[in-house]
C-alpha cells in the first residue's frame, strides 16, 4: 500500500504527533508499505529530512507556538501524490496541510482519513477566551465533515467529538515498548540531576500542560520526603519555559528543579529510566503519550484526572489521580509514590509495564491498517 501522511509537524521537531505518525510510519513500511510524508516547514526541516518520501512546503511560524508551521502553497501536493501513485491520504493535520490533504484527495478521488490528535480548540480557550474556543470547533466539525472516515486514541475523545457532531473510530496511539522498557538503565542522568530521587516532567512546555501545578506542589513533596534528596526534572522546551522557570524562582526552588530544555530522542529514554515518579498536571491531553512512556519504562505515574488521562490511570494499581489543579492532592500523590515500600513500588511498575503494552507499536499500527483497509473496500 502507497500512503499519504499529512501533518503540519515533522523533525526536527519533536512532540505526541510527529512521535505517532512515526511509530506508525516505520511499522508500516516494515510491513512492506511505502509511506510518503506530506509536512510544512523551513530550511532546518529539510536539511534534517533527507528522505525522498518527505516533502517539505515551505512555511511560516504560527506564533503562539513556533514550533508549528503554517504552510504558503502546500497544493503541489497533488501532483506529488499523483506521480507518487498514493493510494490512500491519511491527515493528522488541522491546519494548512489538512487542507492539502482534502484537496489531494478531492482531485484524486483516494479514500480520505483523519486522525484527532490534538484538542486545539481548549488550547485556543486558554489563550482567548470561550469565544475562540466555540468558533474552532465549528471549524473542526466543518473540516471532519470532508472526511471518509476519522479516527481518535481514546473514548474520552470520541465521546467529546461526538458531542460536537464529529463520529470517530477509536484507534490508540502507538508506544513503542520495544524502546522504553524496565531493563533500561538510567546511564549518567541520576548523578548529572544530583538526586537520590527523581520527579520526571516530559513534554511540550506549554500553557495548557499546567507545569506550574507541579511547581506549587513541590514544596510540599519535598517537605514530606525531607532527607530523600528529591528533585524535580522537567525535559522539554516550549512557549511557557520563561514562565514556569521564574514561578521556580519565586516559590525558591531554584536547587530542587532541573530544566533540560529539548532532550533528542535517543536520550529521552534514559530520563524515564531515571526517575522513581512520572508527573503530569496537563488537562489537555488525548491520550497522553509521554504519561505511557515511562509507564512502559515500569514507572508509576500522578496524573490529573482530566482528559483521557484516568484511561491509562488506574488508581492505586499502576499511579495515582488528583483532581485537576488541585497542588495539595498532587503533593500527596507524588509523595505517596516517593514513599512507597519496595515491594509495592515494584508491583505497580509491573502494572504500569502491562498497561502501556497494550498500545505497542504492532498492535496499534494493526488496527489503523484494518481501518486503512475497511476504507480501500468501501
Known sequence: MRTGFFTDTFYP?????????????????KRGDSVFVFTSGDKKTREENKDKRVFVFRSFKFPPYPQYKIALFPFDSVRIAREREIELVHCHALASMGLAAIKTSRDLHLPLLGTFHTMVPLAAKKM?????????WKTVKVFYDRFDLVTCPTKTIQEILRAKGVE????????DTARFNPSLKPGVVKNLVGANKIVLVAGRVSQEKNIGVIVKSASRV?????GQNVKFVVTGDGPDRKRVEELVKSEGLQKNFV????????YLPSYYAACDCFATASTFETQGLALLEAMACGKPVVGADAMAIPEAIREGKNGFLFAPGDEGECAEKITRVLSMKKGAYARMAVNARKTAEQFSIPKSTSKMLDVYAELLHR
Open 128 to 136: 482567548l477566551g470561550r469565544t475562540a474556543e466555540k468558533i474552532l
Open 259 to 266: 530544566f533540560t530544555g529539548f532532550v533528542k530522542p535517543e
Open 222 to 226: 519535598l517537605k514530606e520526603t525531607a
Open 168 to 175: 470517530s473510530m477509536i484507534v490508540p496511539n502507538a508506544i
Open 13 to 29: 521537531n519533536v512532540d505526541g504527533v510527529v512521535t505517532t505518525l512515526m511509530n506508525y510510519r516505520n511499522e508500516m513500511q
